[in-house]
């Protein structure tokens, strides 16, 4: 038997160990920002950062939650009010309002802790309304009541211990960009005569920072560029990486003779391993390949002639209209490894660059990215297929975008490794060159994709 009437329903609603100073010249350190993979703040690629909002449904007035932007309590009152209606044009026979317990589980996942016992308190309301019209012996009875109250407590207790993780994960992600940005400072769009752009891939995309690590630094001598890649994971990797862009920005800005930086480094690099090994960690192997590039300063004789430094480390790619080269020269062992051949003293290799032409810089997670067939992606020929077609890759920040995009295609998404592009080319007598650094430099830097337009600094 059936009532005759329905009721009303309601609802309701680091460790760095004696890194130098950043810039002793003065040197600004950014815009603001996080570089995207550019260093950092990119939203390049697939890879795109989202909103830390949209991704954890933060608590208190963001999405998720009653009052705010985000609709998602719609979810359990819709709900609420499904169970209540088909309980009601049931038989007898066949009751479910004892699943109306499921509303305020619903409403833990999606909404706030208020929003929770809000709707854990209007599923026993309903659950004693829609009881209640029924016949005695077609009641459901006090031991559902207690199912569903139950329910609603646990619910709510449940949505409050995960709004707490939620507040611990945001916060440890602040933690994280603040680390990066430490380590990858944010760059202003066009810098130290450069126009520059950025990828910043961390390989590990909840740590979102890595051993790869790159720098711009103006100088009296001229403008310094570093891209290196130090070898290994985890905190170690990013405190070494941290230890020598704090020698590089120091000394790079200080020497004028750019073998003197590259000795800093190195000697740098083995301070780091001394001071870990004495703090008890196995530091001992732990080494660094970089590229060290000086830039002539203004007004130089020999305005298109480059320094270059190897350590270990991918040779940098010359790109223009004309096509793409290598700018290869003699290499020394990577960054802390100098005592098996203490001899050994930097040459500085002397190379030109066109002023048409941008200097492309990357790690080996670029060219050491795989397909499924295991076949390493092939950037020189990938790059010289993609300026045949559209000569206006060379703009820093599409170029560095479309070696995260290709990177990422050719690979399925799966990197291994720590990816990093930086390109940069000279601003001198380009009209465009501020517009462009700032138009596509900020876009490759930011897109967090992260390209990274402060230069992913």
Same mark, same amino acid.
């Given at each position: 038997?059936?009532?005759?009437?329905?009721?009303?329903?309601?609802?309701?609603?680091?460790?760095?160990?004696?890194?130098?100073?950043?810039?002793?010249?003065?040197?600004?350190?950014?815009?603001?920002?996080?570089?995207?993979?550019?260093?950092?703040?990119?939203?390049?690629?697939?890879?795109?950062?989202?909103?830390?909002?949209?991704?954890?449904?933060?608590?208190?007035?963001?999405?998720?939650?009653?009052?705010?932007?985000?609709?998602?309590?719609?979810?359990?009152?819709?709900?609420?009010?499904?169970?209540?209606?088909?309980?009601?044009?049931?038989?007898?026979?066949?009751?479910?309002?004892?699943?109306?317990?499921?509303?305020?589980?619903?409403?833990?996942?999606?909404?706030?802790?208020?929003?929770?016992?809000?709707?854990?308190?209007?599923?026993?309301?309903?659950?004693?309304?829609?009881?209640?019209?029924?016949?005695?012996?077609?009641?459901?009875?006090?031991?559902?009541?207690?199912?569903?109250?139950?329910?609603?407590?646990?619910?709510?207790?449940?949505?409050?211990?995960?709004?707490?993780?939620?507040?611990?994960?945001?916060?440890?992600?602040?933690?994280?960009?603040?680390?990066?940005?430490?380590?990858?400072?944010?760059?202003?769009?066009?810098?130290?005569?450069?126009?520059?752009?950025?990828?910043?891939?961390?390989?590990?995309?909840?740590?979102?920072?890595?051993?790869?690590?790159?720098?711009?630094?103006?100088?009296?001598?001229?403008?310094?560029?570093?891209?290196?890649?130090?070898?290994?994971?985890?905190?170690?990797?990013?405190?070494?990486?941290?230890?020598?862009?704090?020698?590089?920005?120091?000394?790079?800005?200080?020497?004028?003779?750019?073998?003197?930086?590259?000795?800093?480094?190195?000697?740098?690099?083995?301070?780091?391993?001394?001071?870990?090994?004495?703090?008890?960690?196995?530091?001992?192997?732990?080494?660094?390949?970089?590229?060290?590039?000086?830039?002539?300063?203004?007004?130089?004789?020999?305005?298109?002639?480059?320094?270059?430094?190897?350590?270990?480390?991918?040779?940098?790619?010359?790109?223009?209209?004309?096509?793409?080269?290598?700018?290869?020269?003699?290499?020394?062992?990577?960054?802390?490894?100098?005592?098996?051949?203490?001899?050994?003293?930097?040459?500085?290799?002397?190379?030109?660059?066109?002023?048409?032409?941008?200097?492309?810089?990357?790690?080996?997670?670029?060219?050491?990215?795989?397909?499924?067939?295991?076949?390493?992606?092939?950037?020189?020929?990938?790059?010289?297929?993609?300026?045949?077609?559209?000569?206006?890759?060379?703009?820093?920040?599409?170029?560095?975008?479309?070696?995260?995009?290709?990177?990422?295609?050719?690979?399925?998404?799966?990197?291994?490794?720590?990816?990093?592009?930086?390109?940069?080319?000279?601003? %001198?007598?380009? &009209? #465009? *060159? =501020? !517009? @462009? $650094? +700032? /138009? %596509?430099?900020? &876009? #490759? *830097? =930011? !897109? @967090? $994709? +992260? /390209? %990274?337009?402060?230069?992913?600094?």
């Amino acid at each position: 038997m059936k009532p005759g009437e329905a009721p009303d329903n309601t609802g309701g609603a680091p460790d760095d160990p004696g890194g130098a100073p950043d810039d002793p010249g003065g040197a600004p350190d950014g815009s603001g920002g996080v570089p995207d993979g550019s260093g950092r703040t990119g939203r390049t690629g697939r890879r795109a950062w989202r909103d830390r909002a949209s991704v954890l449904g933060a608590p208190r007035g963001t999405a998720g939650t009653p009052g705010s932007r985000g609709a998602f309590w719609v979810i359990p009152l819709i709900l609420l009010l499904i169970i209540s209606v088909v309980d009601w044009n049931t038989s007898g026979e066949f009751r479910i309002i004892s699943w109306i317990v499921v509303v305020p589980g619903v409403s833990a996942a999606v909404c706030g802790v208020r929003a929770t016992a809000l709707f854990a308190a209007l599923s026993v309301a309903m659950y004693l309304l829609n009881d209640r019209i029924w016949p005695y012996e077609y009641r459901s009875g006090l031991p559902d009541l207690i199912l569903v109250a139950t329910g609603g407590v646990l619910a709510t207790a449940a949505c409050a211990i995960r709004i707490r993780e939620q507040r611990t994960t945001l916060h440890m992600r602040d933690v994280v960009e603040t680390t990066r940005n430490t380590v990858l400072r944010p760059l202003p769009p066009s810098w130290a005569g450069l126009e520059h752009a950025a990828l910043y891939l961390a390989a590990d995309t909840e740590a979102r920072v890595g051993g790869d690590f790159y720098d711009i630094q103006p100088s009296p001598y001229g403008t310094r560029v570093i891209v290196g890649d130090v070898q290994g994971k985890g905190l170690g990797a990013v405190t070494a990486a941290a230890a020598l862009l704090g020698s590089f920005r120091e000394w790079g800005y200080h020497e004028r003779d750019l073998a003197v930086v590259a000795e800093r480094l190195e000697t740098r690099m083995r301070r780091y391993q001394e001071y870990g090994t004495a703090m008890g960690r196995d530091e001992s192997d732990r080494f660094a390949t970089a590229v060290v590039v000086g830039f002539p300063p203004e007004g130089a004789a020999e305005p298109d002639m480059l320094e270059l430094v190897y350590f270990g480390h991918e040779p940098p790619l010359a790109v223009g209209p004309r096509g793409v080269r290598e700018l290869a020269g003699e290499t020394l062992l990577p960054l802390g490894l100098g005592e098996l051949y203490p001899t050994a003293v930097p040459r500085v290799a002397r190379l030109s660059l066109d002023v048409d032409e941008t200097l492309l810089l990357v790690s080996d997670g670029v060219t050491e990215a795989r397909d499924k067939a295991g076949v390493f992606y092939p950037l020189r020929e990938r790059l010289a297929a993609a300026v045949v077609r559209d000569p206006s890759v060379v703009v820093p920040g599409r170029l560095v975008a479309r070696v995260g995009d290709d990177t990422q295609r050719h690979s399925a998404g799966k990197l291994t490794d720590d990816t990093t592009a930086l390109a940069v080319r000279r601003t %001198d007598g380009r &009209a #465009d *060159g =501020r !517009a @462009d $650094g +700032r /138009a %596509d430099g900020r &876009a #490759d *830097g =930011r !897109a @967090d $994709g +992260r /390209a %990274d337009g402060r230069g992913l600094s």
